[in-house]
């Protein structure tokens, strides 16, 4: 057993153990906090000169040479933006339509492009204004369940002077685009793939005058997938025809790909002509469309002794006297068959040995809707 005056020997070291932990823990922390201060105070002093740099940056770019503040720079790019976004938006997803205007128009949306067209149009004695029938072709595998027409309609383009510009900074085009009333329309007809649906749309015109132009945009709303199509599309490239031979070549659209056989060729008076044979596996008859590309004399085929460099030359001087051409389809590429045709190249026959090209389809029919 441990007697009383041991007990109390050994607490009283362990409180002499622990008084100096404490104070070793004190002086510690005394010192830390000592450190901690002098970080804030140098902390406290790049602050306050960072805060100096910035406020100099900001008022040397808020002004101009012209006195104009920051803020009203801005507000003048915001506009010019605003102007360049309209102008895009006018051109390049808007389609055009013109009453008893033949043909259709192109209508790009995130899905692809449709193509759509103006049957006509009638007065509605019931609710006022006309009521406007299109027609819209849909060659892609996706059926639009429902969609919004958004966009403006008027009077036609006012008449420009040779060398004016169709932009916003035109006096004549902002005035027109005053003149404009727009409209949005939320279409539930299905538009199903690989035919044209016909539906209306009614419009508050006063009169046929401020209907000489209807441009809109098409915005799909729901859509779902009829079946897979089959491989890559590689869309618009370019195809490589070798004159005089054998097999056909693919030439890849965003319709889908189509053959082509060059069967013979003929040097006349204004070139070279070239019996094609198209093939159309797709349910439309294409009615206008033409091949633009390069044409020149056959490719070089290299020799068994030739190097690589020679024959690296030989190509590059062949691929300089290629020249561009652009020929339209002579007849209908109707569908579901090899359609016999012909184009025209402005070239000696020699040179017309090798065809880089891509098929143009520009105007296209689908077989009209049959009632069940």
Not at 71 to 76: G, L, W
């Amino acid at each position: 057993m441990i007697s009383t005056f041991s007990r109390i020997l050994i607490l009283t070291f362990v409180t002499l153990a622990m008084i100096g932990c404490d104070k070793d823990l004190q002086e510690r922390v005394d010192r830390l906090e000592a450190e901690l201060r002098a970080v804030r105070s140098d902390t406290r002093d790049e602050v306050a000169s960072l805060k100096s740099r910035v406020i100099e940056a900001e008022t040397s770019v808020g002004t101009s040479s012209d006195g104009r503040s920051f803020e009203e720079r801005i507000a003048d790019l915001e506009g010019a933006l605003g102007q360049v976004i309209a102008m895009r938006g006018a051109t390049n997803n808007m389609g055009y339509l013109r009453p008893n205007l033949q043909g259709h128009s192109p209508l790009l949306t995130d899905h692809g492009t449709f193509l759509v067209r103006m049957e006509g149009m009638d007065l509605n004695l019931t609710q006022g204004g006309f009521t406007v029938h299109l027609n819209i072709g849909n060659p892609h595998a996706v059926a639009v369940e429902q969609f919004t027409l958004s966009g403006d309609y008027g009077g036609g383009t006012p008449e420009l002077a040779e060398g004016e510009a169709y932009t916003l900074n035109n006096p004549k085009i902002r005035e027109w685009q005053e003149t404009l009333t727009p409209f949005e329309t939320r279409v539930t007809r299905t538009l199903e793939p690989f035919s044209w649906t016909p539906f209306d749309i009614e419009l508050p015109a006063e009169s046929r005058d401020q209907l000489e132009m209807i441009r809109f945009s098409m915005n799909i709303e729901n859509a779902r997938l009829k079946r897979q199509d089959s491989g890559s599309s590689g869309s618009n490239s370019f195809s490589h025809i070798r004159v005089g031979t054998e097999g056909a070549s693919v030439l890849r659209t965003d319709y889908g790909a189509f053959l082509i056989s060059v069967k013979d060729t003929e040097q006349t008076d204004l070139g070279t002509k070239l019996t094609l044979e198209i093939g159309n596996p797709y349910g439309f008859t294409i009615n206008q469309c033409r091949l633009v590309g390069d044409h020149g004399p056959a490719l070089p085929e290299r020799g068994e002794a030739e190097s690589a460099d020679a024959y690296n030359d030989r190509m590059r001087d062949w691929s300089a006297s290629l020249k561009p051409f652009e020929a339209m389809v002579s007849s209908k590429i109707s569908n579901f068959r090899w359609n016999r045709t012909t184009i025209l190249i402005p070239g000696e026959e020699d040179h017309v040995k090798f065809l880089r090209c891509q098929l143009r389809v520009e105007d296209v029919t689908l077989p009209a809707a049959t009632d069940r």
